[in-house]
């Protein structure tokens, strides 16, 4: 079983940036794809960015692509999303996921950390 825990969300103001981190525990690190997912309240979980294994690839949805950085450091067991410029649209609890696979079959979920973007 995956434990997993985010941290970093926190009120920003748009155009500014905030880094959320994961820690992974529980399973080999490297035998995971991560992922990050984030939630409006009523509103359907939807994928933010994924990392592979290495890291050799990743994928970023439309609409933060060229903002966000998804990443990992396999020593530490940690995998990280960089938000820049951020807008007030990015409002939303930012959930970590892990998989086996590559961009299906996230089983695995942290708590979810708040992220509030002030206009």
């Known amino acids: 079983q995956v434990r997993l825990v985010e941290s970093g969300g926190g009120l920003v103001q748009a155009g500014g940036s905030l880094r959320l981190s994961c820690a992974a525990s529980?399973?080999?690190?490297?035998?995971?794809?991560m992922g990050w997912f984030r939630q409006v309240s009523g509103k359907e979980r939807e994928f933010v960015a994924a990392?592979?294994?290495?890291?050799?690839?990743?994928n970023y949805a439309d609409s933060v692509k060229g903002r966000f950085i998804i990443s990992r450091d396999n020593a530490k067991n940690m995998a990280y999303l960089q938000m820049n410029s951020v807008k007030p649209e990015d409002t939303a609890v930012y959930y970590c996921?892990?998989?086996?696979?590559?961009?299906?079959?996230?089983?695995?979920w942290g708590q979810g950390t708040q992220v509030t973007v002030s206009s």
């Open positions: 990392i592979s294994w290495r890291g050799a690839r990743t």
């Open positions: 996921a892990a998989s086996t696979y590559w961009l299906r079959d996230f089983g695995s």
């Open positions: 529980g399973r080999s690190f490297e035998s995971l794809v």
